[in-house]
Structures are given as structure tokens and as C-alpha cells.
């Protein structure tokens, strides 16, 4: 699943970075933020950042462990990098954690979606150094939840940035049920905020929020790592 997820991720933010490529320039656009939480953001400007909806919750990032009983820590399963090339690039990924719940300890606290009465609880803020002044900084937000916050995100989005472009189409299951599936996406040379309707299970929807500068680097790094391999056969 995390290389299916991985594999949706990726074509999400390509074409999210197509979208920003081909958007009109600019000099007045604001950068894009989920949550409150913008594009380029620095690490540290996270980690003092309180949760969004008020909830108790503290900040955990990648190579941070947390205490879930007395005798067992362990670093959250959101918060881990699995993709060689981040790895390399030192990406980091942060969450807020909860922090007051005995059946929750140690889970990523959940982030409203609008007025959708759904949250997503499978989310991660990623950092990239930046080559400009060393700092890491947000280059990608991702979190899926049910589809049935679909049409409500897209309300609130649409409120906060303007109509987005839309593409629709179709998807199957595994026993060959189609299902509708739309994808909007917000761009501007900056950076893009995209939603699909149908992520990684038909149950599922995704929010992608991308620096379109800073998630170059990653996808630049992705290129030349995948060049660099034999591809003999």
C-alpha cells in the first residue's frame, strides 16, 4: 500500500507542477496554505505552531520518537520517510500528535475539513533543505480522508482561492466497479493545492499542496536518481 500510495502521491504532484508551470505569473499571488499553514514555511516556524482546530497536541518529526506507554517509544508511522531520494535529500515530515488521549497516544491528531464533519487523520507536512539559504522548508502537505469530505473541501477551497480548473473521469475496483472521480486543482507559479475525489482506495480522497520551486528539487533529485540506474534488459 505505501508503494501504491507513493506511486498516486507522485502523479498527483506532477501534474500539480504542470498546472503551476503553465499558470500566469504573478508578483502578487500569496503562497498557498492548508490549515493555516503555508508553502515555505520553515521547520522550526512549524514546530511553534499551535494545532490548528485547538486540539492538545504537540509537534513529532521524522527521526523524533514518542512515548505511547511507561516502556515503549517509537517514532509515528506518518512522520517516516520510505522513498530513497528524500531520504537522501534529508526530507523531513512533521505531524501534531495528540497528546491528552489515553486510546490515541502517540496517533496523529486529526485536522477538520471544513464543514464536512471529516478530518484526516493520515497527513504529513514535508521539509526540504532549501538550496537558497539552507533552511528547511515546506515544499509538500498530503492527507487523504473519506470521500464524503470531498464536496465540502472543495466548497472551502473554492471560498479561500477562487474557482479551481476540474478534470473528471473514472476509476475501477478490483472487481471492476466504475466510480466517478474528479480531480481540481488551485495553481499559480508559486505553488498548487490539488484534490482528488478518488485517491488510493475508492473510498478515499487526497489534498496535495505543493512549492512548485522547492518540490523540483525532490522530483530533479527523482529524475537523476532514476537515470543513473541500468536499464538493461
Known amino acids: 500500500m505505501k508503494n501504491y500510495v507513493h506511486g498516486a502521491a507522485a502523479a498527483g504532484i506532477a501534474l500539480a507542477l504542470a498546472f503551476s508551470a503553465s499558470a500566469e505569473p504573478s508578483s502578487g499571488a500569496r503562497p498557498f496554505d492548508f490549515k493555516g499553514v503555508a508553502l515555505g514555511t520553515t521547520i522550526e516556524e512549524f514546530r511553534a505552531m499551535p494545532h490548528p482546530d485547538g486540539k492538545a497536541a504537540e509537534v513529532v518529526c521524522t527521526g523524533e520518537k514518542i512515548e505511547v506507554t511507561r516502556n515503549y517509544s517509537r517514532e509515528p508511522i ?33 485536522l477538520s475539513l471544513a464543514s464536512s464533519g471529516y478530518g484526516t487523520g493520515h497527513y504529513s507536512f514535508s521539509f526540504v533543505t532549501d538550496p537558497v539559504d539552507g533552511e528547511m522548508r515546506l515544499f509538500k502537505f498530503m492527507g487523504t480522508s473519506n470521500a464524503a469530505a470531498y464536496p465540502a473541501t472543495i466548497e472551502a477551497l473554492t471560498g479561500k482561492w477562487g474557482k479551481p480548473v476540474t478534470e473528471k473521469g473514472t476509476v475501477q475496483n478490483r472487481i471492476g466497479n466504475t466510480f466517478d472521480k474528479e480531480t481540481a486543482v488551485w495553481a499559480n507559479p508559486a505553488g498548487s493545492i490539488l484534490v482528488e475525489s478518488r485517491f488510493s482506495k475508492i473510498d478515499d480522497m487526497a489534498i496535495i499542496m505543493t512549492d512548485a520551486r522547492l518540490s523540483k528539487i525532490v522530483v530533479d533529485a527523482e529524475a537523476a536518481a532514476k537515470a543513473a540506474k541500468p536499464n538493461a534488459i
Do not use: H, N, Q
Open 78 to 110: 506518518d512522520v517516516m520517510v520510505f522513498d530513497e531520494t528524500e531520504k537522501t535529500l534529508g526530507v523531513r515530515r512533521c505531524v501534531w500528535i495528540t497528546v491528552d488521549s489515553p486510546y490515541g497516544k502517540g496517533s496523529a491528531a486529526m
